[in-house]
């Protein structure tokens, strides 16, 4: 939803639709309503970016096509240090940038000016 109080109609009409059936969920999101909607105060383009998580998914099935093929790891080490190696090859295929990513990071460089320092 484009705005907290839309969002908080189609929680209402997603009740009165699913309510009955799964009662808990729908009184698990509303009991948790402020903590859920607290992405509202973020802008369009940073809320994207919490919930898509494309990019996450994207990472896991290339790490799995890497890890799919071994059936047993010796040791804990050998996974992570294969994990690892398939990382270090997965991020040099990003060179696409995040859309927006000027104005997001001076968004994020306002709201956390303590946190977030930008070296130029």
Not at 51 to 78: A, C, M, W
Not at 97 to 107: A, E, G, T, V
């Amino acid at each position: 939803s484009p705005t907290r109080e839309n969002a908080e109609l189609e929680l209402e009409r997603l009740d009165e639709k699913w309510g009955k059936k799964y009662p808990v969920v729908l009184n698990s999101w509303k009991n948790n309503w402020e903590n859920l909607s607290i992405c509202f105060k973020y802008p369009e383009e940073i809320r994207r970016l919490i919930y898509t998580t494309n990019i996450v998914e994207g990472l896991h099935r290339q790490l799995r096509k890497v890890t799919k093929t071994k059936s047993i790891f010796p040791h804990d080490d050998s996974l992570k240090k294969m994990l690892f190696l398939a990382y270090m090859d997965i991020q040099k295929k990003w060179t696409m940038p995040l859309p927006n990513w000027s104005f997001i990071i001076s968004q994020l460089s306002i709201m956390f000016k303590e946190r977030l320092t930008l070296e130029i």
